[in-house]
Nanobody
Framework: QVQLVESGGGLVQAGGSLRLSCAAS????????MGWYRQASGQQRESVAT???????NYRDSVKGRFTISRDNAKKTVSLQMNSLKPEDTAVYYC??????????WGRGTQVTVSS
């Protein structure tokens, strides 16, 4: 089973940038789909960006053009570059993975706070 550890969250002013990273363990990383989800206080968890094993990416509409997801299979990492941050991007961001066999894992999350 893949274990995930996020890093890179913090406090930033609106318009600023942050880069989140997720380090994964396990031998199936290159075959797994990876993604970033977020959960704001009092809200449901939502998908932010995903990247397949073949590097196909998908983004929620509200982050298109501002966020970029990438993966490095050699380093077993997935990153989320977040630019032009808005207060509504404030949330706990979770790294997620799903194997071709359907096994899922979540990281513990990292807080991103965007001040206005």
């Amino acid at each position: 089973q893949v274990q995930l550890v996020e890093s890179g969250g913090g406090l930033v002013q609106a318009g600023g940038s942050l880069r989140l990273s997720c380090a994964a363990s396990g031998s199936t990383f290159s075959s797994n789909a990876m993604g970033w989800y977020r959960q704001a206080s009092g809200q449901q968890r939502e998908s932010v960006a995903t990247i397949s094993s073949t590097y196909i990416t998908n983004y929620r509409d509200s982050v298109k053009g501002r966020f970029t997801i990438s993966r490095d299979n050699a380093k077993k990492t997935v990153s989320l570059q977040m630019n032009s941050l808005k207060p509504e991007d404030t949330a706990v961001y979770y790294c997620y993975t799903k194997s071709p066999w359907g096994f899922e894992s979540w990281g513990r999350g990292t807080q991103v706070t965007v001040s206005s």
